[in-house]
Nanobody, 122 residues
Framework: QVQLVESGGGSVQPGGSLRLSCAAS????????MGWYRQAPGNQRDLVAVVTTGGSPNYADSVKGRFTVSRDNAKNTVYLQMNSLRPEDTAVYYC????????????????WGQGTQVTVSS
């Protein structure tokens, strides 16, 4: 079982910054994609940003120019730097890992973190 552990959530005023981290642990051979989704109360879970192995990051239109996703493949860790935060960014942020292969020849699987709360309010 691959586990994803998030950290870095919290409360911040509008215009502030936060950095989320998510580390995958367990038996891991490779991970194809890592990224972040978010879910506000009453809303569906939406993609925020994702980066694939050897690929360019993809972002939701609402966060382009403000958020930056990055990966450290050696550490199986993904980060989300969030700048110029707005009240509408308030949500539970979930880390996601897709195409997780535990040993060569295995089919890839997906894993989710438990979520971390981000609150943007004055």
């Amino acid at each position: 079982q691959v586990q994803l552990v998030e950290s870095g959530g919290g409360s911040v005023q509008p215009g502030g910054s936060l950095r989320l981290s998510c580390a995958a642990s367990g038996t891991i051979f490779s991970i194809y994609s890592m990224g972040w989704y978010r879910q506000a109360p009453g809303n569906q879970r939406d993609l925020v940003a994702v980066v694939t192995t050897g690929g360019s990051p993809n972002y939701a239109d609402s966060v382009k120019g403000r958020f930056t996703v990055s990966r450290d493949n050696a550490k199986n860790t993904v980060y989300l730097q969030m700048n110029s935060l707005r009240p509408e960014d308030t949500a539970v942020y979930y880390c996601f890992a897709g195409g997780v292969v535990r040993k060569p020849g295995d089919r890839g699987s997906a894993s989710w973190g438990q979520g971390t709360q981000v609150t943007v309010s004055s």
